[in-house]
């Protein structure tokens, strides 16, 4: 079977640790001599030819000279492009930004100045993390916006700049000029190609889409985990779990999602005998929607790794050969964003159509309806399904290609663009929602189990169990869908790890009433 993200076999995880606040970054004695020898190289083709960015102006300005002065050109160059706007990227997506840029750099096709770079290094080793506003990126010639804004900081920019410091275990913002002196390490002089090199690549969206792949991986192992919970509760077959099934589907992703699924049941599971023949297609068909979901995810994994290991910048130098061409052009990522949206959706709509079969009578085993023990007094999980469908809505409308949305500007000079930061940033916003799906499903599961006393539980079962009393009576439930769908999220983002019972959300209630006596 695959592994769909395990160990070894998962780049973008691998990826996501090397940019980790703890991670360090270092050039190999091979990279440092590539890197003085490209810059080198630049030195001399500059004297002879025509250099993008560096004899040069930008953009549609190519035709015109560049100001001499290279420190004011790489300066204007930022000055101009740091024009974002909209809530900030998170701090881990900004660390792994820069970690990107970097790593593309010390490939020696950009022909930075080694100085530049080291200096870059030292910044992101202290853990200088700027703050970048996530909106105003085409992600054509790169990321420029974003980009723009964290070399910005990166030079001790006085004018509002900001960084990210982690104190007492939050991240807090202060201005960038501050954290660079109270880490000790000094502020970016920036000089033409060094400034383009930076700003001109993939990075944001690339570095935004990777955290989201990962939130992708696990909110479909928990889909998996929840399907074999309610099959468990209901009594419903184990059949369309059983690896014979998948195997002559051919498709290694149902496999896992199978296996997975199989995982949350007993080896001594019997269908109860008063369970239809087939169920619903959101129980029955779930290693299906899964699996298809888990090998896309695996593909998108690949080409987010390539992406992450290539140069996305512009010109480039090869074999001593400089190239001006489009490498910084973001269609991979694009299409990547595009693809999760559709998993996401495909996650989520399968959990919010599993969060009606629990509630609804015809589908539970004849449980009450909206699974209160007082239907008529109490309304139950009502609200919640209510909640849910609305974010299941909300995800559908953020799911439209970025790409459909292109423009062309720059005096056309950007005549094709692919928006890919604007899909990465939508599809985050739906991982959000998918997770609160998940958590609205998580309380109907916790309610049916403590309906259908007997049944073994343990794990997050448990745990969820232990934080979440029965709902013997209406309370308001918003505070505990955002914790279920939080710790679901951790629990299935670090499959290993074990995590300690919590408190409930809130004061118990009492033992919950049968409601076949109300």
Request: aromatic fraction near 4%; charge should be neutral.
């Amino acid at each position: 079977m695959s592994p769909h993200g395990q160990g070894h076999h998962d780049p973008v995880g691998r990826l996501l640790t090397l940019s980790g606040r703890d991670a360090r970054l270092d050039l190999t004695a091979e990279e440092r001599r590539r890197l003085h020898q490209a810059r080198e190289s630049l030195t001399g083709l500059a004297d002879d030819r025509r250099v993008y960015g560096v004899t040069h102006g930008f953009g549609p300005l190519v035709g015109h000279r560049a100001d001499p002065d290279r420190e004011l050109q790489g300066l204007g160059l930022v000055n101009h492009l740091a024009v974002g706007q909209g809530p900030p990227l998170p701090p881990e997506v900004v660390r792994t930004m820069v970690r990107l840029r970097l790593r593309g750099m010390a490939l020696g096709h950009s022909a930075v100045a080694p100085g530049v770079w080291q200096l870059l290094a030292d910044q992101w080793n202290a853990g200088f993390t700027p703050v970048v506003p996530q909106e105003g990126s085409l992600s054509a010639s790169g990321d420029l916006v974003p980009l723009a804004h964290a070399a910005l900081a990166a030079a001790g920019d006085p004018h509002g700049q900001e960084a990210w410091r982690y104190v007492a275990g939050r991240w807090v913002r202060e201005p960038a000029g501050d954290v660079l002196r109270a880490l000790g390490v000094p502020p970016v002089r920036w000089e033409a190609r060094s400034a383009l090199a930076f700003v001109n690549g993939s990075s944001a969206c690339l570095a935004r889409a990777l955290h989201t792949h990962r939130e992708a991986m696990a909110l479909t192992r928990a889909a998996a985990a929840v399907t074999g919970r309610i099959v468990t509760l209901l009594g419903s077959s184990r059949e369309p779990y059983e690896d014979a099934l998948s195997r002559v589907r051919n498709q290694p992703g149902q496999r896992t999602a199978a296996a997975w699924i199989r995982g949350e049941l007993t080896p001594d599971h019997r269908p109860g005998r008063d369970r239809p023949l087939q169920e619903r297609y959101s129980l029955r068909c779930a290693p299906q929607v899964l699996g298809a979901v888990l090998d896309q995810l695996e593909f998108q994994g690949r080409v987010l790794a390539d992406e992450a290991e290539g140069c996305t910048d512009n010109p480039v130098l090869v074999d001593g050969e400089l190239l001006h061409g489009g490498n910084f052009h973001a269609a991979p990522v694009g299409f990547a964003s595009e693809t999760h949206a559709s998993c996401l959706h495909q996650t989520a709509y399968l959990m919010e159509r599993q969060l009606a079969l629990v509630l609804d009578p015809s589908a539970n085993g004849g449980l009450p309806p909206l699974l209160t023990p007082c239907p008529g007094a109490g309304s139950g999980l009502a609200g919640v399904q209510i909640a849910a469908t609305s974010h299941l809505a909300r995800l559908r409308q953020s799911a439209h290609p970025a790409s459909l949305t292109a423009l062309p500007t720059n005096l056309n000079n950007q005549d094709q663009v692919p928006m890919a930061l604007n899909g990465a940033n939508a599809v985050a916003e739906m991982a959000d929602r998918a997770w609160w799906i998940l958590g609205s499903l998580l309380l109907a599961v916790n309610q049916l189990a403590h309906l259908t006393p007997g049944r073994t539980h343990g794990g997050l079962w448990e745990l969820l169990a232990a934080r979440f009393p029965p709902l013997d009576r209406d309370r308001p439930l918003a505070a505990e869908v955002t914790a279920a769908a939080e710790l679901a999220r951790l629990h299935f983002l670090d499959p290993p790890r074990t995590a300690a019972p919590a408190e409930p959300v809130q004061a118990a209630e009492p033992p919950i009433r049968s409601w076949r006596n109300t």
